[in-house]
């Protein structure tokens, strides 16, 4: 069924319909971002806040090692002595760390030392990981929709990052194995790889466009900090109106008119009724939220970004 409307018919919402589990090993920081870059699906990555990254498997420390990087009779070896030395500065401070967090942590006869010891250890481990370079390999765990799973192996088999189309490659041959009828158009030349194609030329058209029009680098990222770039002045009345729309009856261009004329007050006092008491984090007013946007712009190393 699934063969024949989506190969024979195009019928791309039945590829929602069926989902798959696959754990990435070994991803570098980078590919986790390319892998995790599609909505619709769930990601859980090992955290760098719980795990320690001091262990040497095989001998060498957890980072990606490209094969052209280390084929390049320069690069390669100033790219080993440089993670390793940033490994080798982790693992060091990691004791003193543990130490300096510890002697500010009191002792509580109420929490058992084994708790108290992993919450310490987990806090010197966050104060660190700024160290740890954007080679740093994790796992990724996925479970996404064959329609999510197609997206996503187009878009990193058409990536310039070779790490990502590696990737891409085994992430298809491990799914063919408990999905395949999902994933017959990834690699057929007139549908994912035509899509891909498309994909990678509207990126080489954005940067020449850039250079060309004497955007590229243009001064620079900046200092470190955050700015806000744009926002809707009509943000809380849109959010009112769309709160308020799915009962009040009428249509949403008259609730929206309604709502523009109340007083800011009255809106203020509206939205606070309407969010409620919320107990914790998790309790969340609701979609009326998507109704006005504001963006960002954060400069930070890659560290704080982890």
Not at 77 to 101: I, K, N, Q
Request: proline content about 6%; aromatic content about 8%.
């Amino acid at each position: 069924l699934y063969g024949r409307v989506l190969a024979e018919y195009g019928g791309d919402s039945v590829a929602q319909l069926g989902g798959a589990h696959i754990a990435v090993e070994g991803a570098s920081n980078v590919l986790t971002k390319i892998l995790q870059w599609g909505r619709l699906a769930s990601y859980l990555e090992q955290s760098t806040r719980y795990i320690a990254f001091t262990d040497r498997p095989g001998g060498r420390y957890r980072y990606h090692r490209p094969d052209d990087v280390l084929a390049h009779p320069a690069l390669g070896p100033e790219y080993v002595r440089t993670l390793d030395g940033a490994f080798e500065g982790y693992a060091r401070l990691l004791p003193a760390m543990v130490e300096h967090v510890g002697a500010g942590v009191p002792e509580d006869p109420d929490t058992p030392a084994a708790a108290r010891e992993r919450a310490v250890r987990a806090r010197a481990l966050h104060l660190l990981r700024g160290l740890l370079p954007a080679a740093t390999t994790a796992n990724v765990g996925i479970f996404a929709s064959g329609q999510a799973y197609e997206a996503m192996l187009i878009r990193m088999g058409a990536h310039p990052l070779p790490e990502a189309r590696e990737c891409a490659r085994a992430m298809l041959a491990e799914l063919r194995t408990v999905i395949p009828a999902f994933l017959t158009r990834v690699d057929r030349p007139d549908r994912g790889v035509a899509t891909g194609e498309y994909l990678a030329e509207g990126e080489r058209t954005a940067a020449a466009l850039a250079e060309r029009l004497g955007l590229d680098g243009a001064g620079g990222a900046g200092e470190p900090g955050v700015r806000l770039i744009d926002f809707d002045p009509d943000g809380e009345a849109r959010v009112l109106a769309h709160a308020l729309w799915p009962a009040a009856g009428g249509s949403l261009a008259d609730v929206r008119s309604r709502v523009a004329g109340l007083s800011p007050g009255r809106r203020a006092e509206a939205l606070h009724e309407w969010a409620g008491a919320r107990g914790d984090r998790r309790q969340r007013p609701g979609r009326a939220l998507e109704a006005t946007a504001y963006t960002f712009e954060v400069v930070c190393d890659y560290g704080a970004y982890r």
